[in-house]
């Protein structure tokens, strides 16, 4: 603890404050402070959060916890998802949503978890950041006590705060995480859901029916079943207790323990026989068999985007996982924002779209210009793709061949999990939302099973982004398009050129013939696509240049076309 002291800038966020009306560091003089410097999406915040909950009990009448947000991620700069992380994290102390970093840089923070120390007196006394510091704390918090009672400037008792309401309404279901599929069963397959929020696990049947509730689980994520018939089991991660289960389905409430030696498992799979498990904390992956035998497949424990031999290759919070077409294990890697696979055989980690720590985005495209920004979600399609739940873009994407696409059902809010049905429509956990949805990515369009808050997510009007069915057509001819969108109040922008562009890519050579790019004036925009020869998608987008009273803006939409030329 540091024995020259300085004082401790005062609090100020453009965000405002969650859980109280208003709060300054003049107001808690006489008190300890503890500032926690977190993002919503690092799983080290989170586990720090946990930490703290210990330490905010043992002083709870002369220590005042105070989190400090100070996003990473464009979707962490909403206000209404740091209320919702808020509520899902279960946090009970007040925080300042600092969207610009103001606080952040007063205090000259450098990295998540940051957590400071305030004396009485509104000094500096510790800077400490990652987990595994509450020990180190409550050292320094007992020597500020008694320096204070020593001085007769402490002020015991809890602290009367004017708490604001950051309640969250959910329903039936609570910020579900993962969702799975029972695959191979003589009967019809079951639904798992991880209710994170109500700390259980359902097993329920298509229509919604809860068959099984499985509680006692502490913020459970990622599930997968194993097995069919009598011995179906299912697998499941407690994220929060640092848990991993084998739990039968038969009725007799037995739970083999995997492991508990990972930190914050997130996702679990069956891949060779063995259990595959996402340990998010650490940034590894681990198989483990029957007998609970640990094996790293990959990562190093440090954080960043490096391919490679397995051992020698560095995750960044891998968070979803699925099986490739080809064997492969794919996952994503929720902090670098990439999807990535490990060969079976060789074991070496590849990245197939991403590009480090601080790259994201929503762009479609090859490999190189795909981005994604937190997915947390992944599962294998009847054709091979890869569904991602692109988490913090609040949208659905699909992997085909070597591009990524974005599915066009709008109205997601940090969608966690993702499982394919045998019929080839998809369940994701609409976690924000607080339910489990059913899409149909052929038809754009999406409806909630009955477990969660029931109501349909469709295409807003004026926003033709639609997948259309397979169009079969001669090699060499031409496939007329029409685009289209509502500018609303705004009037197209002509200052840099014809306001409106057109371009059509595909996701195999050859599939089109020039020309690929188009300008226009006006709205609607039709177009003549010149087709060549096999078979894929063509996606065809229309940006628009407009300006309103208030600000000039890039509107854009899309359709996507599957082509079969014979």
């Given at each position: 603890?540091?024995?020259?002291?300085?004082?401790?800038?005062e609090?100020?966020g453009?965000?405002?404050?969650?859980?109280?009306?208003?709060?300054?560091?003049?107001?808690?003089?006489?008190?300890?402070?503890?500032?926690?410097?977190?993002?919503?999406a690092?799983?080290?915040?989170?586990?720090?959060?946990?930490e703290?909950?210990?330490?905010?009990?043992?002083?709870?009448d002369?220590?005042?916890?105070?989190?400090?947000?100070?996003?990473?991620?464009?979707?962490?700069?909403?206000?209404?998802?740091?209320?919702?992380?808020?509520?899902?994290?279960?946090?009970?102390?007040?925080?300042?949503?600092?969207?610009?970093m103001?606080?952040?840089?007063?205090?000259?923070?450098?990295?998540?978890?940051?957590?400071?120390?305030?004396?009485?007196d509104?000094?500096?006394?510790?800077?400490?950041?990652?987990?595994?510091?509450?020990?180190?704390?409550?050292?320094?918090?007992?020597?500020?006590?008694?320096?204070?009672?020593?001085?007769?400037t402490?002020?015991?008792?809890?602290?009367?705060?004017?708490?604001?309401?950051?309640?969250?309404?959910?329903?039936?279901?609570?910020?579900?995480?993962?969702?799975?599929?029972?695959?191979?069963?003589?009967?019809?397959?079951?639904?798992a859901?991880?209710?994170?929020?109500?700390?259980?696990?359902?097993?329920?049947?298509?229509?919604?029916?809860?068959e099984?509730?499985?509680?006692?689980l502490?913020q459970?994520?990622g599930?997968?079943?194993?097995?069919?018939?009598?011995?179906?089991?299912?697998?499941?991660?407690?994220?929060?207790?640092?848990?991993?289960?084998?739990i039968?389905?038969?009725?007799?409430?037995?739970?083999?323990?995997?492991?508990?030696?990972?930190?914050?498992?997130?996702?679990?799979i069956?891949?060779h026989?063995?259990?595959?498990?996402?340990?998010?904390?650490?940034?590894?992956?681990?198989?483990?068999?029957?007998?609970g035998?640990?094996?790293?497949?990959?990562?190093?424990?440090?954080?960043?985007?490096?391919?490679?031999?397995?051992?020698?290759?560095?995750?960044?919070?891998?968070?979803?996982l699925?099986?490739?077409?080809?064997?492969?294990?794919?996952?994503?890697?929720?902090?670098?924002?990439?999807l990535r696979?490990?060969?079976?055989?060789?074991?070496?980690v590849?990245?197939?779209?991403?590009?480090?720590?601080?790259?994201?985005?929503?762009?479609?495209?090859?490999?190189?210009?795909?981005?994604?920004?937190?997915?947390?979600?992944l599962?294998?399609?009847?054709?091979?793709?890869?569904?991602?739940?692109?988490?913090?873009?609040?949208?659905i994407?699909?992997?085909?061949?070597?591009?990524?696409?974005?599915v066009p059902?709008?109205?997601?809010?940090?969608?966690?999990?993702?499982?394919?049905?045998?019929?080839g429509?998809?369940?994701?956990?609409d976690?924000?939302?607080?339910?489990?949805?059913?899409?149909?990515?052929?038809?754009?369009?999406?409806?909630?099973?009955?477990?969660?808050?029931?109501?349909?997510v469709?295409?807003?009007?004026g926003?033709?982004?639609?997948?259309?069915?397979?169009?079969?057509?001669?090699?060499?001819?031409?496939?007329?398009?029409?685009?289209?969108?509502?500018?609303?109040?705004?009037?197209?922008?002509?200052?840099?050129g014809?306001?409106?562009?057109?371009?059509?890519?595909?996701?195999?050579?050859?599939?089109?013939?020039?020309?690929?790019?188009?300008?226009?004036s006006?709205l609607?925009?039709?177009?003549d696509?010149?087709?060549?020869?096999?078979?894929?998608?063509?996606?065809?987008?229309?940006l628009a240049?407009?300006?309103?009273?208030?600000?000039?803006?890039?509107?854009?939409?899309?359709?996507?076309?599957?082509?079969?030329?014979?």
């Amino acid at each position: 603890m540091s024995s020259v002291r300085v004082r401790a800038p005062e609090l100020d966020g453009e965000g405002g404050w969650i859980g109280v009306d208003d709060l300054s560091l003049a107001q808690l003089r006489g008190k300890v402070v503890l500032l926690d410097f977190w993002t919503l999406a690092c799983v080290n915040c989170q586990r720090v959060i946990e930490e703290l909950r210990g330490l905010e009990r043992r002083f709870a009448d002369v220590l005042v916890t105070v989190g400090v947000h100070s996003p990473k991620f464009p979707h962490e700069h909403d206000h209404g998802a740091v209320r919702a992380a808020v509520a899902r994290h279960r946090i009970e102390h007040p925080v300042l949503d600092d969207p610009a970093m103001i606080t952040w840089d007063a205090y000259a923070i450098r990295a998540w978890p940051t957590l400071v120390l305030i004396d009485v007196d509104g000094r500096v006394a510790l800077t400490v950041s990652g987990e595994g510091k509450a020990v180190q704390l409550a050292g320094a918090i007992e020597a500020l006590v008694a320096e204070a009672e020593a001085a007769g400037t402490l002020r015991r008792g809890p602290l009367e705060l004017d708490a604001a309401d950051a309640a969250q309404g959910t329903g039936e279901l609570a910020f579900p995480g993962k969702v799975a599929i029972e695959d191979g069963a003589t009967r019809a397959p079951r639904v798992a859901i991880a209710d994170t929020g109500h700390d259980r696990v359902l097993i329920c049947s298509l229509g919604g029916e809860v068959e099984i509730e499985l509680d006692g689980l502490y913020q459970p994520q990622g599930v997968c079943f194993d097995g069919v018939g009598e011995t179906a089991a299912l697998l499941v991660c407690e994220t929060g207790a640092d848990r991993v289960w084998r739990i039968p389905l038969d009725g007799r409430g037995r739970r083999e323990l995997l492991t508990d030696q990972l930190r914050s498992p997130w996702d679990v799979i069956v891949w060779h026989g063995h259990a595959v498990i996402a340990e998010a904390g650490r940034h590894r992956l681990w198989a483990v068999d029957r007998a609970g035998e640990l094996q790293l497949l990959a990562g190093t424990g440090a954080e960043a985007l490096v391919d490679g031999p397995g051992l020698e290759a560095v995750l960044a919070q891998p968070s979803g996982l699925a099986l490739t077409a080809d064997g492969d294990l794919a996952f994503l890697d929720a902090e670098a924002s990439a999807l990535r696979v490990v060969r079976a055989g060789t074991f070496a980690v590849e990245t197939l779209a991403g590009a480090g720590l601080f790259a994201w985005g929503d762009d479609d495209g090859d490999g190189e210009r795909a981005r994604l920004q937190h997915p947390l979600g992944l599962a294998l399609g009847p054709g091979g793709e890869l569904y991602i739940a692109d988490t913090f873009n609040n949208v659905i994407r699909v992997w085909r061949g070597s591009h990524l696409w974005t599915v066009p059902v709008q109205g997601f809010v940090e969608p966690g999990g993702i499982a394919v049905l045998p019929d080839g429509r998809l369940l994701v956990a609409d976690t924000g939302n607080h339910r489990i949805v059913r899409v149909d990515p052929l038809r754009a369009r999406a409806v909630a099973l009955d477990v969660g808050r029931p109501s349909s997510v469709d295409t807003p009007a004026g926003q033709p982004a639609s997948v259309a069915g397979t169009i079969v057509q001669p090699a060499g001819s031409t496939l007329p398009v029409s685009l289209d969108l509502d500018p609303g109040e705004d009037d197209l922008d002509p200052a840099s050129g014809p306001p409106i562009r057109v371009r059509a890519v595909a996701d195999v050579p050859g599939l089109l013939r020039e020309p690929t790019s188009w300008t226009a004036s006006a709205l609607p925009v039709s177009i003549d696509l010149a087709l060549g020869e096999g078979s894929g998608r063509v996606t065809v987008e229309l940006l628009a240049a407009t300006c309103g009273t208030d600000a000039c803006r890039l509107r854009r939409t899309q359709r996507a076309y599957d082509v079969l030329l014979t």
